[in-house]
């Protein structure tokens, strides 16, 4: 066994001798150059090194010290091709390489002074030299997945050279440290493993212009690399463990530790086939180490942008057509609910979802209450539990064509759903895949809240509007029924006088006009326009008062000089009538009300005064002008005020209140006159 342990390391070290000679002759002075000329004398150095031992029997510290600057020298020939730096200062200026260097110091000297200094110190270099290979297995395999096809052509030689050795070498060294010694039958066969990759790493010294090759950093290039060291890891930790069972074990510590590993090695074996772990791994390294698939401030733009140029008038169509847009697809649907277990179709588009079958929902209804989740309908029916809880009816779902169940949130309570259809062959939705998803369905969510406010608020309106033209209708009748009723009252006292009968019949074709005019408002559904013409105001306030001096107490006018101004005639007669009214309810009969008008400036001024019960101030500033409050109970609508301040303000005038309790009030009316 001796014999072919030393013919191996004399092979290999034939082998690297060549191999010296010939990069010397090809007088390549690059840093990868010189750092695989140096990794080569080491190997040639660590290969007659271990012959020698073998045949001499001297300690295996020597070839070992040879092989831990070997490893280090390999491993920065990998850091420094993978980095694409041609110079010594260059290489130290690298994060990387500083850091590798940095743990290769401090680990070698805190093992081999342990090596040196304490009885049975082998154990502290088996395992400097287990992490030192799986550190150059973890680089290896970072290099060659990270490069593009032409390099992989001209590195998968070295990677086999290197990584063969490296990988013997981490068993060999796993194996010693779990039994604390080494195990000679590897150890006399290194050397071949050694010849054996001298060629393949003199093929890739050939193929490598200057040893510069452009890598990049992949996400499956990290994951792999991060699987692969986890592994590392684990079994470094079973190797220890190991050792702890043999050291305490006595008799059976062999046994029992044996036992141990290879049920350790299931147990690895188990989880790395494990779907579920694989993928949450590789969702941790996607979302700690790289920038993200999307370009969110990208998306939420175009998102806006189709949101503001939307020509559709049915913003549930617009929204459906954004959620696709986002896949790149043409298919979807959306879904209202309105109640559990009853849901709406509010549109779709390329779609044939019938309403009937939308109560298969139900569960996906609870399942997104409860998770928030996004469903992918494929993802559910390939991998088992990968919605734990969840039962969703397949078929219904492949009779529908939904792939994708997207839930939509207002208030924390689910609005309902946007449905998708992808085209065959689309792959299953990661994670960033749903969080873009989430984040434009709550954006949509606000979007059509907004608008559904938007139509409730208008038909707010409308009714509002309706109601208020309904308000002052019902004011006009009142006032017409006030007119009647007047006659009535002075029917029995006044009917055999003539100047009676025909004040009766001139209210009567007053009150007819103004039934007409109720009559065409109602039938158009508006209020009736503003119709402006000449007034005499002398005549327009003598009406006034003849028609309420049917009751008491009577109205007197005070009035200057003849008056004309341009204005709604039948408005501005309501509106001074209102006053008057107001004015003879709030006096005693034995009282008395004035209308005093005057042209001042090129401004109409009209006060109605009296002397009745007056008003504070607080109801002035609070109430007066408030419409549908009244002090009339039933009898009043409480916008006969707020109506004469509007058609004043309208005109451009203003109206002020003076008011004194117990003592009487003046409302002053201002109109422009031109």
Same mark, same amino acid.
């Given at each position: ?21 010939l ?22 150095a660590?290969s007659v090194?271990?012959?020698i ?5 001297f300690?295996?510290?020597l070839?070992?010290?040879?092989e831990? !600057?070997?490893?280090?020298?390999w ?5 420094c091709t ?6 010594l200062?260059?290489?130290f ?9 940095l ?24 395992s400097?030299? #287990?992490?030192?290979?799986?550190w ?5 395999e ?20 290197l ?9 060999l060294f796993?194996?010693a440290?779990m ?7 590897y ?10 990759g001298?060629? #393949?790493i003199l ?7 200057n040893w510069?090759?452009?890598v990049?950093?992949?996400r ?5 690399s991060s699987?692969?060291?986890i592994?590392?890891?684990?079994l ?5 463990a190991?050792?702890v ?9 062999d ?9 350790g090695g ?5 989880? #790395?086939v494990t ?5 949450e791994?590789?969702?941790f390294i996607?979302k700690?180490?790289?920038a993200?698939?999307y ?16 020509k559709?008038d ?28 009853t ?11 019938e ?20 469903i992918?309908v ?10 734990p809880?969840?039962? #969703?009816?397949?078929?219904f ?5 939904i ?5 939509i ?21 990661n994670?960033?895949?749903?969080d873009?998803?989430f984040a434009i369905?709550k954006?949509?969510?606000n ?18 509007a309706?109601?208020? *033209?309904s308000?002052f ?9 006030a ?10 006292r006044?009917?055999?006088?003539p100047? !009676? ?7 009567i ?10 009559l065409?408002?109602l039938r ?16 327009? *306030? ?7 001096n ?13 008056i004309?101004?341009?204005i709604d005639?039948?408005?501005f ?10 004015a003879q309810?709030?006096t005693?009969?034995?009282?008395w009300?004035?209308?005093?008008a005057?042209l001042?400036?090129?401004n109409?001024h009209?006060?109605v ?15 007066l002008?408030?419409?549908?409050d ?16 509007? !058609? ?7 109206m002020q ?16 006159s031109?």
């Amino acid at each position: 066994m001796a014999l072919i342990g030393i013919s191996g390391y004399l092979l290999a070290g034939c082998a690297y001798l060549v191999f010296i000679l010939l990069l010397l002759a090809a007088r390549n002075n690059t840093l990868s150059g010189r750092l695989v000329l140096l990794g080569s004398v080491f190997v040639l150095a660590s290969s007659v090194a271990a012959a020698i031992q073998i045949e001499q029997g001297f300690s295996l510290q020597l070839v070992l010290l040879i092989e831990t !600057f070997k490893l280090a020298t390999w491993s920065l020939l990998v850091l420094c091709t993978q980095a694409n730096v041609h110079s010594l200062q260059a290489a130290f200026r690298q994060p990387k390489i500083k850091q590798y260097l940095l743990t290769w110091l401090v680990l070698s000297a805190f093992c081999w002074l342990a090596a040196l200094s304490q009885p049975n110190g082998a154990k502290y270099l088996f395992s400097l030299f #287990l992490l030192l290979n799986l550190w150059l297995m973890v680089l290896l395999e970072q290099l060659y997945r990270n490069a593009d096809v032409k390099v992989k052509w001209a590195l998968w030689s070295l990677i086999i050279a290197l990584g063969m050795t490296t990988v013997f070498d981490f068993v060999l060294f796993a194996q010693a440290a779990m039994i604390n010694q080494l195990d000679f039958s590897y150890w006399y066969a290194r050397g071949f493993i050694a010849a054996v990759g001298m060629p #393949l790493i003199l093929v890739s010294t050939r193929r490598i212009k200057n040893w510069s090759v452009n890598v990049f950093v992949s996400r499956d290039v990290v994951f792999y690399s991060s699987m692969l060291m986890i592994s590392g890891l684990y079994l470094l930790l079973l190797a220890l463990a190991g050792y702890v069972i043999n050291y305490f074990g006595g008799a059976w510590g062999d046994v029992v530790s044996i036992a141990f590993v290879i049920l350790g090695g299931t147990v690895l074996a188990a989880l #790395l086939v494990t779907e579920k772990l694989r993928r949450e791994v590789k969702v941790f390294i996607t979302k700690h180490f790289f920038a993200n698939k999307y370009d969110y401030r990208l998306e939420w733009l175009k998102s806006i942008d189709q949101l503001s140029n939307s020509k559709s008038d049915n913003y549930y169509q617009a929204a459906t057509q954004i959620i696709c847009s986002t896949l790149n697809i043409e298919q979807g649907a959306l879904i209202s609910k309105a109640s559990m277990g009853t849901y709406k179709l509010l549109y779709q588009q390329d779609l044939d979802i019938e309403n009937s079958q939308l109560h298969h929902l139900s569960a996906v209804d609870q399942y997104c209450q409860q998770h928030g989740w996004i469903i992918d309908v494929r993802e559910y029916a390939s991998i088992e539990s990968s919605y734990p809880e969840l039962a #969703l009816d397949i078929e219904f779902c492949r009779s529908q064509r939904i792939d994708i169940i997207i839930p939509i949130f207002k208030n924390e309570h689910v609005f309902g759903f946007f449905l998708l259809a992808l085209p065959k062959g689309r792959s299953l939705l990661n994670w960033e895949d749903r969080d873009l998803l989430f984040a434009i369905s709550k954006q949509l969510s606000n979007y059509m809240s907004l608008n559904e406010a938007n139509d409730r608020l208008a038909e707010s309106k409308q009714f509002d509007a309706f109601h208020r *033209m309904s308000a002052f209708l019902v004011h006009d009748l009142k006032n017409v029924q006030a007119q009647l009723g007047l006659i009535n009252a002075n029917a029995k006292r006044h009917r055999d006088n003539p100047a !009676f009968i025909d004040d009766v019949f001139e209210t009567i074709d007053s009150a007819t006009e103004r039934l007409d005019k109720v009559l065409n408002q109602l039938r158009n559904k508006q209020v009736a326009e503003s119709n402006k013409k000449c007034v005499s105001i002398n005549q327009l *306030m003598a009406q006034v008062a003849q028609q309420r001096n049917v009751a008491s107490p009577q109205v007197t006018l005070e009035v200057s000089v003849e008056i004309e101004i341009v204005i709604d005639q039948e408005t501005f007669y309501s509106v001074l009538n209102h006053l008057v009214q107001n004015a003879q309810e709030a006096t005693a009969d034995d009282g008395w009300v004035k209308i005093r008008a005057e042209l001042i400036a090129n401004n109409l001024h009209i006060a109605v005064l009296d002397n009745g019960c007056g008003m504070s101030d607080d109801f002035i500033k609070n109430r007066l002008f408030k419409p549908f409050d009244t002090t009339k109970g039933n009898a009043g609508m409480g916008i006969g005020v707020y109506e004469a301040k509007q !058609f004043i303000e309208s005109a451009g005038g203003a109206m002020q209140v003076t008011s004194f309790e117990d003592e009487g009030s003046i409302f002053h009316l201002t109109i422009p006159s031109e």
